[in-house]
């Protein structure tokens, strides 16, 4: 089965008319794209979208050959431009199924927002599943019979269907995931890429040809990744982001609970809030065990609260005591972390803030803990694969 895909973006298109933001300001060439809109072996037209017939003539292809027109979006959805010559446009209703004369069998799948899902399979027995923008399946309560040979959806805005579509089984390790309905939510080039190899996934230029079943190599997520940054600079909405396709992802909390500290309350139920509601929540410091279990994804935040929870543990605020032992004792437990993470066979992303380029701190115990920070921070990026540094919202890769 062959996909050619006319538009690869949002409904108003990228760049957007008269939008002066810096995402549509650069969006040229093969990062500009037309609405999202599927032509299947010349027969299928999934979405009918302005300018449909000349993206088929740029191309390389003629609508002429169409024999079904099928509509994803909500009755509210984007202006429909209908062409003289093709059939007109139709919906098939949740769970119906549609034979065409082309050998093709197109089934609707219900979504849990407005607008329908298309399931298509081709005469050679490959299976396709597209979904319009915003939209996830609904009702996978249970797995899928195998997985489809191609996905193709809106992954940076619903990151979520893509996981649960991995959940049930309907995308499996061989299922290429195309992403569309691009927007200028992201910016486009490097960053919208890397975005969407973290969640395994790939984007094409419009006027793209794809043979669905063809395996398409997406770099694996690193198994190990470090996220360092300062505060406020986005470093644990990055480490979200890496593991927000996945199902069953366990976020550690480092920090706890503060009784009668409103504002540490605040920022805890902000971080809460913004995690899918698939994800499970452990408020712990013990990280030894949990790195030894081989099991669902891990996302660490924080590396430093962490850190202070251990030196509260040996007494290393105190001069004395730091002196008597405490220090041997803190990096006796940084050592067991450290070996923990380079014996793990867990998919682990952990935060960490990267202190120490700014004021000197004023006391011996400020100085202590930039310091062994610093050595924990350099310890943990040494077993990871990857490792980033977040400034002012902008992921650096510093290794992977």
Not at 74 to 82: D, Q, T
Not at 106 to 111: D, E, N, P, Y
Not at 136 to 141: E, K, R, T, V
Not at 332 to 353: D, K
Request: aromatic share 4%; charged share 20%; with cysteine.
């Amino acid at each position: 089965m062959e996909l050619t895909l006319l538009g690869t973006g949002a409904p108003d298109g990228l760049p957007r008319h008269g939008c002066p933001c810096a995402a549509c300001a650069t969006a040229v060439g093969d990062e500009a794209r037309a609405a999202t809109a599927l032509l299947i072996d010349g027969a299928l037209l999934l979405d009918l979208t302005p300018g449909a017939a000349f993206a088929a003539a740029r191309a390389g292809y003629s609508l002429v050959g169409v024999r079904q027109v099928l509509l994803s979006h909500p009755h509210a959805g984007p202006a429909v431009e209908f062409p003289a010559g093709l059939p007109a446009p139709g919906r098939v209703p949740d769970g119906r199924e549609l034979s065409l004369i082309s050998g093709h069998r197109v089934r609707a799948v219900a979504l849990d927002s407005p607008g329908t899902g298309y399931e298509v399979a081709g005469p050679d027995g490959t299976r396709l599943l597209y979904l319009p923008p915003g939209g996830a399946p609904s009702g996978l309560s249970g797995p899928v019979a195998e997985p489809y040979d191609m996905v193709v959806l809106d992954v940076l805005g619903r990151p979520d269907a893509l996981a649960r579509l991995r959940a049930s089984g309907g995308v499996g390790p061989t299922t290429d995931v195309v992403a569309v309905h691009l927007d200028h939510t992201v910016p486009p080039g490097a960053e919208l890429h890397r975005r969407l190899a973290t969640a395994g996934a790939r984007t094409v230029p419009d006027g793209s040809t794809l043979i669905v079943g063809e395996y398409h190599e997406v770099p694996d997520l690193p198994r190990r990744t470090l996220v360092l940054g300062g505060a406020r600079s986005g470093k644990s909405l990055e480490a979200e982001r890496r593991l927000a396709a996945f199902p069953d992802v366990l976020y550690v909390a480092t920090g706890g609970t503060r009784d009668g500290d409103r504002e540490w309350a605040a920022r805890i139920a902000a971080h809460r809030d913004r995690r899918p509601g698939s994800w499970r929540t452990a408020e712990t410091c013990d990280l030894v065990p949990l790195l030894a279990d081989d099991a669902a994804p891990l996302l660490i935040d924080c590396l430093a609260l962490w850190l202070t929870d251990a030196m509260d543990a040996v007494g290393a605020w105190d001069d004395e005591k730091w002196a008597h032992g405490g220090e041997r004792a803190l990096h006796e437990r940084v050592g067991r972390l450290v070996a923990a993470v380079r014996a793990t066979e867990r998919t682990v992303v952990a935060v960490s803030n990267e202190v120490g380029a700014g004021v000197v701190p004023a006391t011996a115990a400020g100085r202590r803990f930039r310091d062994e920070l610093g050595r924990l921070n350099a310890g943990f990026a040494g077993e990871c694969e990857q490792v980033l540094l977040v400034v002012a919202g902008q992921a650096l890769p510093l290794r992977g």
